[in-house]
């Protein structure tokens, strides 16, 4: 059985402009999406997402989503261990 090495090896992510800013956007929300740092212990996720929106005014609001969505579960798996 021959398999294709093109299909295999071709980078499926589809949101590549969005990797330079995920750094970043972690550094931005940690304070906010930090449970310990939030309100009765809820993370503060509308002000984090205005965050994002604020130091990012060139991307979409798709863009912005997607950000917060990654920078959420980044957080989400730090702050569990």
Same mark, same amino acid.
């Given at each position: 059985?021959?398999?294709?090495? *093109? !299909?295999?090896?071709? @980078?499926? #992510? ?10 970043? &956007?972690?550094?931005? *929300? !940690?304070?906010?999406? @930090?449970? #310990? ?10 002000? &984090? ?33």
């Amino acid at each position: 059985m021959t398999t294709n090495t *093109t !299909a295999d090896s071709t @980078d499926r #992510r589809i949101h590549n402009h969005l990797r330079g800013c995920f750094e970043t &956007a972690c550094l931005i *929300t !940690a304070p906010f999406l @930090d449970k #310990r740092q939030g309100l009765s212990g809820m993370p503060l996720k509308l002000s &984090a997402l205005q965050a994002l929106r604020d130091h990012y005014p060139a991307l979409t609001q798709q863009d912005i989503a997607i950000l917060f969505s990654t920078v959420q579960n980044y957080h989400g798996v730090r702050l569990r261990t």
